[in-house]
């Protein structure tokens, strides 16, 4: 076998160049390089059923004539700055993801392929050229997109409670934190109200935990079902306790809202167990409202909500205490 070195140090069989263009056409990517004026020299066959051009008809051909929509793209600048600069360019995916209008191999109106295009100048003869590899990315991309997807339904499965679909303990922390935040940033109020199933050791001991998991769900439909404003947050706090962030909402509209909370539950008419304070489910209800100076961060807001609702319980429950009127 013939071998001689290549300017790259590589060893050169005499078999080179013809085995050159065979791996040129078996590569699994597009190959095209262009001379100074920008005319294709050399274009693989993996381009020819992505484009439904073969080589005999683009060679000699300005590559931007070819393919008119590289004018003004990434691709374009950076074959300028190769020839201008010598420089070498990974053209961001981020930007253009496709480029080339390039399908599926023999699709004619499919999607474009996603594609990583890098463009290399290099010297032969005295003469500047120009190499662009285009490897279709779209798999890749697929997968990326799969995977963020599947991310964000973790993520926003971790924020919703398994029993009554509504958000949970982790989902309040971090909405009452913000709404805070938000509330003193503008001057404005939110208040909270947490609220208690009454008597729900007698009514699963009566009914069963399971009818006790639906009676659970009910009474969160129904509490979620009456904030009507899009920041409103229902979460369920802790086992058969619930809560109501409520931004933009002072002490005396929490109550009404409170009202009318208890007010629809007990007009559910569910039935509760013999030894309830009343003989459907009801709720105790604790309001309070950030005030300033008072009541500013979530922790005493939390104290003073709960407060109020253990006062409604002791008041005989199915009730309403707001803060303060203990
Ligand atoms: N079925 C069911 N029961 C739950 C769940 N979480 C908590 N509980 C029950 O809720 C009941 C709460 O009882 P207590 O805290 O004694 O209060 P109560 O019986 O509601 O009485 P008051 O709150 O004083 O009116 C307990 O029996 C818990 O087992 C749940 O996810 N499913």
């Known amino acids: 076998m013939i071998t001689s070195k290549s300017e790259a140090g590589g060893a050169v069989s005499g078999a080179a160049p013809a085995i050159a263009a065979r791996v040129l056409n078996l590569i699994n990517g597009g190959v095209i390089v262009i001379d100074a004026d920008r005319r294709i020299v050399l274009w693989n066959s993996w381009l020819t059923p992505r484009c439904g051009r073969a080589a005999a008809r683009v060679i000699g051909q300005p590559l931007f004539e070819?393919?008119?929509?590289?004018?003004?793209s990434r691709v374009e600048a950076a074959v300028l700055a190769a020839f201008a600069e010598d420089l070498s360019t990974a053209i961001p995916q981020?930007?253009?993801?496709s480029p080339f209008p390039l399908r599926a191999a023999g699709s004619f109106d499919g999607p474009l392929i996603e594609q990583a295009v890098t463009v290399s100048p290099f010297r032969e003869d005295d003469q500047t050229f120009c190499l662009i590899e285009i490897r279709d990315v779209s798999g890749t991309v697929e997968r990326e997109k799969r995977l963020l997807d599947h991310a964000e339904s973790l993520r926003?499965?971790?924020y919703v409670d398994g029993l009554t679909g509504i958000a949970n303990r982790r989902y309040f922390d971090v909405a009452l934190d913000r709404e805070l935040r938000r509330a003193q940033r503008l001057g404005g109020t939110l208040s909270l109200l947490l609220t208690d199933i009454d008597s729900f050791k007698a009514y699963n001991d009566h009914f069963g935990h399971q009818a006790g998991d639906a009676c659970l769900s009910a009474v969160a439909q129904a509490l979620a079902s009456r904030l009507k404003r899009p920041a409103d947050v229902a979460a369920r706090y802790g086992g058969e306790e619930f809560a109501a962030i409520l931004p933009d909402t002072?002490?005396?509209?929490?109550?009404?809202?409170?009202?009318?909370?208890?007010?629809?539950?007990?007009?559910l008419n569910l039935p509760h167990a013999p030894t309830?304070?009343?003989?459907?489910?009801t709720l105790s209800i604790g309001v309070a409202s950030m005030e300033k100076g008072r009541l500013e961060d979530a922790k005493a807001l939390i104290e003073a909500a709960d407060k109020a609702l253990y006062a409604a319980k002791r008041g005989g429950r199915d009730r309403v205490v707001v803060d303060g009127e203990a």
Do not use: H, K, T, W
């Open 66 to 72: 070819v393919f008119a929509a590289l004018r003004g």
């Open 94 to 97: 981020a930007e253009n993801r």
């Open 156 to 158: 926003a499965r971790s």
């Open 250 to 267: 002072d002490a005396e509209q929490a109550r009404r809202l409170a009202e009318s909370i208890r007010e629809y539950v007990a007009s």
């Open 276 to 281: 309830a304070v009343r003989p459907c489910v």
